[in-house]
T-cell receptor
Framework: NAGVTQTPKFRVLKTGQSMTLLCAQD?????MYWYRQDPGMGLRLIHY???????AKGEVPDGYNVSRLKKQNFLLGLESAAPSQTSVYFC???????????????FGPGTRLTVT | GENVEQHPSTLSVQEGDSAVIKCTYS??????FPWYKQELGKRPQLIID?????GEKKDQRIAVTLNKTAKHFSLHITETQPEDSAVYFC???????????FGAGTTVTVRA
């Protein structure tokens, strides 16, 4: 049981390049989330999904797109990277219909992205 | 949307002393309040949480209190140890959407 995994762990992009971050969970969770973490600002929600095929905007969605084609995967895309998107990105998941307890979010190990 | 404020931003305590972190929230509909601990370079991990129908919850050296009327909640760590050094985040959520709004974090340093 790997929990929540993220790929890649580190990435350096040039301004204007694109990339996709992959999040995978093996806990059969319904909900998945993408956060960014910047110094002194805590964790801010970018986009989230309450089920396969659904996505919704969070607090800071601009410049990002997401997709959830499979229940266990949640992809975060940057179409044209900007230096302001330099951050650590965390994926999280929660809520198994069988286990109940929908509140606790389990986090992945993070992806450190630098945009130059 | 929900706004969560967390104080202090940094906290240095002597080993064995207590540490207290306070958070306030703005949305009176919030009913779930977790605390996450994040060690350097690691992922956030849940250490304790409280729901709005409870005023206090304890787990060994950690306790959380909630005052719904004043819309604030606090984390108390007693008998601090070096391994308690980390960044602590409070968060708040409503029942309907399960989204978490996080505070900015408190860096706790336990001095030996």
């Amino acid at each position: 049981n790997a929990g929540v995994t993220q790929t890649p762990k580190f990435r350096v992009l040039k301004t204007g390049q694109s990339m996709t971050l992959l999040c995978a969970q093996d806990m059969n969770h319904e909900y998945m989330y993408w956060y960014r973490q910047d110094p002194g600002m805590g964790l801010r929600l970018i986009h989230y999904s309450v089920g396969e095929g659904t996505t919704a905007k969070g607090e800071v969605p601009d410049g990002y797109n997401v997709s959830r084609l499979k229940k266990q995967n949640f992809l975060l895309g940057l179409e044209s990277a900007a230096p302001s998107q330099t951050s650590v990105y965390f994926c999280a998941s929660s809520y198994s219909r069988l286990a109940g307890a929908p509140y606790e979010q389990y986090f992945g190990p993070g992806t450190r992205l630098t945009v130059t | 949307g929900e706004n969560v404020e967390q104080h202090p931003s940094t906290l240095s305590v002597q080993e064995g002393d207590s540490a207290v972190i306070k958070c306030t929230y703005s949305d009176s509909a919030s009913n779930y309040f977790p605390w996450y601990k994040q060690e350097l370079g690691k992922r956030p991990q849940l250490i304790i949480d409280i729901r709005s129908n409870v005023g206090e919850k304890k787990d060994q050296r950690i306790a959380v209190t909630l005052n719904k009327t004043a819309k604030h909640f606090s984390l108390h760590i007693t008998e601090t140890q070096p391994e308690d050094s980390a960044v602590y985040f409070c968060a708040a959520s409503t029942h309907n959407d399960y989204k978490l709004s996080f505070g900015a974090g408190t860096t706790v340093t336990v001095r030996a």
